[in-house]
């Protein structure tokens, strides 16, 4: 099983609003990925965790705030985005991030901000 | 620095038509990694393929080919007999040995009409 699921797949949230984007993986991974997407635009890395650890933040504000839990579950929390914020925000997984592994990707979440 | 880039920002087929895409990378490293990935409507990036550096035979799977050329820099994605369903975005993408950031060219839309 190469699934990694995403929630929601759809998120519309105001300025002033904390809201948290939440991904799963069952394949035993140790590396998790967020990814930012605009539209006709690559995806751009925006966190690394490595064994429940964070190890790259590529520069990424303050108001995205990456969370492990455990080592199948990754969260992004947001509070007072901005309407340049709206975007597909993919999650991925890979065996490990000491190595190119192949990174497996969920369905991604097309968040707006008003 | 590395980098990649896929020169075709579009490319419309008809079915049945065979379709390559390029993609041209740049590296110092001697060992790296090369990934293509397919991007349908839905968002989702689908891995395709991953191929080291020093693995310079082609592949085939299925209706996919790749073709790897170290003396051009060239990692080059053949669709034989194209379908609907491949209609989708393709990244080629590039990482190094160490850590497992990728490089993403900036992606082809491929169209195929019935």
């Known amino acids: 099983d190469t699934e990694v699921t995403q929630t929601p797949k759809h998120l519309v949230m105001g300025m002033t609003n904390k809201k948290s984007l939440k991904c799963e993986q069952h394949m035993g991974h140790r590396a998790m990925y967020w990814y930012k997407q605009k539209a006709k635009k690559p995806p751009e890395l925006m966190f690394v965790?490595?064994?429940?650890?964070?190890?790259i933040n590529e520069s990424v504000p303050s108001r995205f705030s990456p969370e492990c839990p455990n080592s199948s579950l990754l969260n992004l929390h947001l509070h007072a985005l901005q309407p340049e914020d709206s975007a597909l925000y993919l999650c991925?997984?890979?065996?490990?991030?000491?190595?190119?592994?192949?990174?497996?990707f969920g369905p991604g979440t097309r968040l707006t901000v008003t | 620095a590395q980098k990649v880039t896929q020169a075709q920002t579009e490319i419309s087929v008809v079915e049945k038509e065979d379709v390559t895409l390029d993609c041209v990378y740049e590296?110092?490293?001697?060992?790296?990694?090369l990934f293509w990935y397919k991007q349908p409507p839905s968002g989702e990036l689908v891995f395709l393929i991953r191929?080291?550096?020093?693995?310079?035979q082609n592949e085939i799977s299925g209706r996919y080919s790749w073709n790897f050329q170290k003396s051009t820099s060239s990692f080059n994605f053949t669709i034989t007999a194209s379908q609907v369903v491949d209609s989708a975005v393709y990244f080629c993408?590039?990482?190094?040995?160490?850590?497992?950031?990728?490089?993403f060219g900036a992606g082809t839309i491929l169209r195929v009409k019935s």
């Open positions: 191929r080291n550096s020093f693995d310079e």
């Open positions: 993408a590039l990482s190094a040995e160490y850590g497992n950031k990728l490089v």
């Open positions: 965790y490595s064994y429940e650890k964070l190890s």
């Open positions: 590296t110092r490293d001697t060992t790296y990694y």
């Open positions: 991925a997984s890979s065996q490990d991030h000491r190595e190119p592994y192949e990174q497996y």
